[in-house]
């Protein structure tokens, strides 16, 4: 799915807590975001947010707040074996301290889009590309991947990240 095919669709984010383990699916928004932002406070016990099936956020904005909260909360994210996390959602795991994947659990990346501009229009250090290399450099230590990212599959496709990939960018770290 396009970056832009989420315009327009609704938060679909939905909780359930199971112990220190914060289990997300759905579209991320900011109703999901303040959602999250209620469920950390309410629980501090909370160490882990699991990624189920994340198809993106429809809110750029919240989505990045939401990881640099992560990230400022010290909180780990983790995808199971069964856990579908692509576009934003991948951002949202680049959050967390300690990352993790079973086998089978995938990420997926593409270029974003606009209504006029793709991201390979513009090139790497483009004021257009500055918010979205600065998260990542600010989760991994480098933008690599968020290059790596929208040159690795079209807007309207989706490129599974490998598990060398995984390792070559530091995705996973634990």
Not at 11 to 32: H, K, M, N, Q, W
Not at 99 to 128: C, K, S, Y
Not at 148 to 168: K, M, Q, W
Request: proline share 6%; hydrophobic share 40%.
């Amino acid at each position: 799915m396009a970056c832009d095919d989420y315009e327009g669709l609704p938060d679909t984010a939905t909780y359930r807590l199971e112990g220190i383990r914060l289990f997300v699916s759905g579209t991320i928004g900011r109703p999901g975001f303040e959602e999250f932002q209620r469920l950390i406070a309410e629980n501090p016990e909370i160490r882990t947010l699991v990624l189920m099936d994340v198809p993106g956020w429809v809110d750029e904005e919240a989505g990045l707040e939401m990881g640099y909260m992560l990230r400022a909360r010290g909180l780990n994210t983790h995808l199971t074996s069964q856990s579908r996390v692509y576009s934003g959602g991948v951002d949202l795991f680049l959050a967390g301290v300690r990352r993790t994947i079973d086998p089978g659990g995938q990420l997926g990346v593409h270029e974003w889009a606009g209504d006029v501009f793709r991201a390979t229009n513009f090139p790497p250090g483009a004021p257009e590309h500055r918010a979205n290399a600065d998260y990542t450099r600010a989760m991994l230590g480098s933008d690599d991947f968020y290059y790596f990212g929208i040159y690795a599959a079209p807007p309207d496709s989706i490129h599974i990240v490998t598990p060398a990939e995984l390792r070559r960018f530091g995705v996973v770290n634990g």
